[in-house]
């Protein structure tokens, strides 16, 4: 057995870390300025003078975002639509990826397949005709609305698809000799063994559901439908559409208001806005590195 | 005939997706027809035909042409950095031996694909300012300072790098998740005969690796043409317009005054039509030439 | 699918530069304002039908409408947009219903999938373009005649104020939509602002010429450090001090041998180009200035790194003001000054065919007069000064509650200049009696001038300060140092299909040559590349519609 602890190895795992830490610390430090955003006050922000501590601490940017209870609201429905969309999209994911991993002389006619959903990633209809669709089959205003369009994410499936791939072909063989079907390969053999592949696809189509804003702005036609993103964007934008047509105001919301301009507001929105996935991230990662192989094969 | 018997399970597990497919993929397909019609959303489909006009008007257009060039050129580039970068990072990550280190690293380094370009933006423009951090940095280094975001030939590299720092996160993951399906006999063999870890990482992991890299690069490539909207927008300047403007950005201004749908129509068809060519000829250089199948 | 409607906190303030307008009445000119609104039914129509336009539904009718989202209503306890007090005092006087059909954050797109859709509400307001569309579409109702019928003599009045903008809403002799207006022109000019403290300190006199202006920023910057004069990627100061040469960028205006021509590519363009140049090489403006936005430059302002500020529509003190007197104090604010001039000639402030949108009634609605009745109640309540109303007034106009009504209000546009002249009065005699809407203004004036409180810096640089905005535009509007805008209405096809491009090449060029990367000379090459590449279509086009 060759020893593993050489100097060079050593050496090497020094620099690694080294490496890596830098490369964390870059990552983290927008972050980190984005906190100090959303903790500061308007004018500080305004003057630039916010690098990665906040200035002139104030909760008013999160009280604004939070204020009025529909966020809430909002939240509960993005992780409805989250729960929902999600198990629909691995659904789909696993059934059609399972089929087009086999070649072709297993599934006929598998070129034709394929190249049916892989047309999808590259052209589409448009926002108006997609609009006239779904608002025809009644799902305006409802969550399906936001879950059933994209129900099968065509790039994911073919991420999926080669996951598949790439496992050995004795895997399956076994259950085959034994006379199972493919449904019970799928379930009993494949999927234990697929784990780290749905984590993966898995945590992508989580944010794909989450970030997006659009689909609830165009479907959705009173406030209180809004998933998370679409409520704060849509704060956002009627900022705007105010500071467009400003009238004489008075009232409590004003003096709040004006400690925060669209940057602090921005700050506290997307910061409260990406709690719940980067939450769930590191919940994901323990699938990511279990083997794939580990005790399937041997033996 | 016996083939279709045994076979007709796959291919019922494949009914649901072809109908969600058909229905939300298919049916609005019809909506192309807006890039050859003067778009009216009051008239609807009755809206006037013009043919191939606007595809006329829009290559017509004043500097159009050349966003076309300066989408590809930056594309391209954030591709293949991108790819480097996710490959080697994935690679440091997997000599990590502490599975608790390496999910910390993990973590952090997909925080900035957390984050949307507007916030990223505003960071960036104060950071890379002609008096900004970076440029102090290289002072204190004797060097001048770099007009990062001004300049028409360093800009194009600002937006590849930066966007490679922000999204270097999301093919990590992928590749290491693939990499943890690579078999650890394979490995053990290796050493068996002699290999040293840097050997090994050549011929086995790297190797193993490919298909995967290879299909993101396709995949990738069928988004050749979204050089990345949102990051230019809220970086990009007039000055810049030379080697900075992509089509997105481009069309985007052009509607600002109305929802130019028929513009929008066209360049999304266009783009299909040329997305289109370049995954097909990969996936088949792919096959042809190494062997890998993507699709 | 694949695009997104980025609308930023930045483009807006850039393309509107803030507040400025009020919404909130002041008198109308014209005299019956105080006669009793009740007797207006018998003498308003010309078609002398004896409708009583004030007369409620005996059965309830009901509207659909479709409205913005908007951040600055505050609603009152128990309020929100489909429970409101407006709702309810449309319901009261007329029996009328009004129903939500969307309240969107992106009310245009709304609008649009409606139009595909054909699910439009009864009534709704949009713009110019669309209105083109909704009516090539036959989506929207002719309503020539209920105008005619059911329209207060105060509606009548101001849209009579200036016809052309009533016109842009007739197609082929109908009406099609009521125009919104605007709160008035003296909203429209721009300033320099100057820092109060540091021009005192160094005892400087008021600027009369742009040396005079430049000397300024030069002491500025050797006492106080910084540069001179901010600027934005998108030539947002040298837009507004052009006119000190006789430029006039980004309008249309009559050019020497009587034609229209585009402003931007006029002769006088070149030295006010030249000026800028010499002054970038001075290190007059921010060196990074070609990658600035506006929040960038106004940072300076904040900072107390530069004192002196062009700014639109008497907004400096909204924004940043706001920001500066909270960061810097009270003596750090800017003061507006009329552009002085560079040649010796009368500088003219530039200004815009100025309408908000149009009120649209779609084809399908069941009552459209009904519309009318409601703008009736809405410009009434506007603009009386019956001290009856004054809770009720209160209750409707504060918080940003008629935000709520954006499918039907309509400004009055002379709003403004009428309150500024009562806000004036008022301060000089103490005497706030007939001030109406415009009281809360008034009070926030005070409120300044006895706190300094910094929210309400911006209406006292607007209105209340000595050297406040609209002192200054209030002289230019009465002096009519105005240059209209020839565009004076919807754009022509090409400006519409391309106008944003055609800019583009003309901001890259002068870039460059205020950046020094191309000699001033380059203009001419400029000015040949945007003809050819649509400039002259355009011209030929503005020529032909708006032309004489």
């Not at chain 2, 490995?187 to 490919?210: F, H, N, P, V």
Request: aromatic residues 12%; negative net charge; contains cysteine.
């Amino acid at each position: 057995m060759l020893n593993y602890k050489s100097w060079g190895r050593t050496v090497f795992n020094i620099f690694n870390h080294i490496i890596l830490l830098a490369t964390c610390l870059l990552c983290v430090l927008p972050f980190v300025n984005l906190l100090a955003i959303s903790f500061s006050s308007s004018t500080a922000v305004a003057a630039g003078s916010v690098v990665f501590w906040p200035k002139d601490f104030t909760l008013a940017s999160y009280e604004f975002t939070l204020s009025d209870g529909k966020f809430i609201r909002a939240m509960m429905i993005s992780i409805g639509r989250v729960v929902i969309g999600v198990s629909l999209n691995l659904i789909l994911i696993i059934l059609t990826a399972y089929p087009l991993s086999k070649t072709k002389q297993q599934l006929a006619g598998r070129s034709i397949y394929v190249i049916f959903f892989v047309i999808t990633m590259l052209i589409g209809g448009g926002l108006i005709p997609t609009y006239l669709l779904v608002s025809g089959l009644g799902l305006k205003n409802t969550i399906w609305s936001l879950v059933l369009p994209g129900a099968l994410p065509v790039g994911n499936m073919v991420i999926f698809m080669n996951f598949i791939r790439s496992l050995p072909e004795e895997i399956e063989e076994a259950a085959v000799i034994d006379g199972a079907t493919p449904m019970q390969v799928l379930m009993k053999v494949l999927l234990p063994v697929l784990k780290p592949a749905i984590a993966t696809v898995g945590l992508f189509c989580i944010v794909n559901h989450w970030n997006d804003w659009f689909s609830g702005m165009i479907y959705m036609t009173s406030t209180d439908k809004y998933p998370l993103q679409t409520y704060l964007q849509s704060m956002l934008l009627s900022i705007e559409q105010m500071m467009q047509q400003v009238r004489q105001s008075g009232g409590d919301m004003q003096s709040v208001l004006t400690q925060i301009n669209a940057r602090t507001g921005r700050a506290a929105q997307l910061f409260l806005g990406a709690i719940p996935v980067m939450l769930i991230y590191p919940y994901l990662q323990k699938y990511f590195t279990k083997g794939l192989i580990l005790g399937s094969i041997k033996g | 005939m016996i083939k279709l018997k045994k076979q007709w399970r796959y291919h019922a597990m494949l009914l649901p997706g072809i109908i969600f497919t058909f229905v939300f993929c298919y049916i609005p397909l019809y909506g192309v027809i807006i890039a050859f019609q003067k778009y009216n959303p009051g008239l609807g489909f009755r809206s006037p035909w013009v043919g191939l006009s606007n595809f006329k008007f829009i290559f017509s257009q004043p500097n159009f042409v050349r966003t076309i060039w300066n989408t590809f050129y930056i594309s391209v580039f954030k591709i293949i950095g991108g790819i480097i970068v996710s490959v080697v990072f994935a690679l440091l990550l997997n000599e990590i031996s502490s599975n608790k280190t390496k999910r910390i690293f993990q973590t952090f380094v997909y925080i900035p694909n957390f984050l949307s370009w507007v916030i990223v933006a505003g960071i960036m423009i104060d950071i890379l300012a002609r008096d900004g951090i970076v440029n102090q940095a290289l002072g204190v280094l004797g060097i001048a300072p770099i007009s990062f975001l001004s300049n028409s030939t360093i800009f194009p590299w600002t937006m590849i790098i930066t966007d490679i720092w922000k999204g270097f996160g999301f093919g990590t993951v992928v590749y290491l998740a693939a990499l943890t399906g690579i078999d650890p006999v394979l490995y053990e063999s290796a050493m068996i005969d002699g290999a040293q870890r840097w050997k090994q990482i050549r011929y086995i992991t790297l190797l193993l690796l490919m298909p995967t890299i290879i299909l993101m690069l396709v995949l990738s490539l069928g988004n050749v043409f979204n050089a990345g909207f949102d990051q230019i927008y809220n970086l990009y300047s007039p000055i810049v317009y030379e080697t900075g403007d992509i089509i997105d950005t481009y069309v985007y201004r052009l509607g600002i005054e109305q929802a130019q749908y028929s513009v929008g129509a066209t360049v999304g068809l266009f783009k299909s039509v040329v997305s289109f060519v370049l995954i097909a000829g990969s996936n088949f250089l792919a096959n042809r030439f190494a062997g890998y199948r993507i699709f | 699918m694949k695009k997104k409607f980025m609308v930023l906190f930045i483009v807006c303030v850039m393309t509107i530069g803030v507040v400025a307008c009020s919404r909130n009445g002041g008198d109308s000119s014209s005299p019956s304002s105080d006669a009793s609104q009740k007797t207006s039914s018998v003498e308003s129509t010309a078609s002398s039908e004896l409708v009583d336009i004030w007369a409620p539904y005996n059965d309830a009718v009901t509207l659909t409408v479709g409205i913005p989202q908007n951040a600055g209503i505050t609603f009152p306890e128990g309020q929100d947009y489909d429970k409101n007090i407006w709702y309810t005092m449309f319901k009261d006087e007329f029996n009328i219903q009004l129903e939500n059909l969307w309240v969107s954050a992106n009310h245009s797109t709304q609008v649009n999938l409606a139009m595909a859709s054909d699910s439009l509400p009864d009534v709704f307001s949009t713009d110019g373009a669309t209105l083109e569309l909704l009516v090539a579409g036959g989506l929207v109702a002719d309503i020539t005649e209920i105008y005619d019928t059911y329209a207060s003599e105060q509606i009548k009045s101001f849209q009579e104020m200036d016809d052309t903008i009533f016109q842009t809403a007739v197609y082929d002799g109908k009406l099609y939509g009521i125009p919104k207006l605007s709160c008035g022109l003296i909203d429209q000019p721009n300033h320099v602002w100057i820092r109060k403290d540091w021009k005192e300190s160094l005892n400087l006199s008021d600027p009369e010429t742009i040396d005079d202006l430049i000397n300024i920023a030069k002491l500025f910057m050797e006492e106080y450090g910084g540069y001179g004069i901010g600027e934005t990627q998108d030539l947002y100061t040298f837009n507004i001090l052009a006119p000190a040469w006789g430029a006039y960028p980004k309008i249309w205006v009559e050019t020497a041998d009587g034609t229209l021509g585009y402003g931007s590519i006029q002769p006088e363009m070149k030295e006010a180009l030249a000026a800028f140049a010499q002054w970038y090489k001075d290190g007059i403006l921010d060196p990074d200035f070609a990658i600035s936005n506006m929040a960038k430059m106004f940072e300076a302002n904040i900072n107390g790194e530069i004192g002196i500020q062009p700014h639109g529509r008497g907004g400096w003190g909204y924004y940043p003001g706001v920001d500066v007197v909270s960061n810097l104090g009270e003596e750090a604010i800017f003061q507006a000054y009329g552009i002085p001039s560079a040649n010796g000639e009368t500088v003219k402030a530039p200004v815009n065919f100025a309408n908000n949108g149009y009120i649209v009634i779609s084809k399908n609605c069941k009552n459209p007069e009904a519309v009318i009745k409601l703008v009736n109640y809405y410009i009434k309540m506007l603009t009386t000064k019956d001290p009856a109303d004054a809770e009720l007034i209160l209750e409707l106009f504060s918080n940003g509650l008629p935000n709520i009504v954006h499918s039907i209000y309509m400004d009055n546009p002379v709003s403004d200049y009428n309150q500024y002249v009562d806000i004036s009065a008022a301060l000089e005699s103490g005497d706030t009696s007939t001030l109406g809407t415009s009281l809360s203004k008034y009070n926030d004036i005070v409120d300044y001038m006895t706190n300094a409180t910094p929210k309400a810096v911006g209406n006292y640089l607007q209105q209340g300060d000595l050297k406040s905005a609209y002192s200054v535009s209030k002289k230019i509007l009465d002096d009519n140092n105005i240059i209209k805008n020839e565009m004076w209405g919807l754009p022509t096809e090409t400006i519409a299909n391309s106008g944003s491009t055609l800019d583009d090449i003309l901001i890259q060029g002068f870039t460059q040559i205020i950046v020094g990367d191309q000699p001033v000379d380059y203009f001419d090459i400029l000015i040949e590349s945007w003809k050819s590449a649509g400039g002259d279509q355009a011209t030929a086009e503005i020529n032909e519609t708006y032309g004489n």
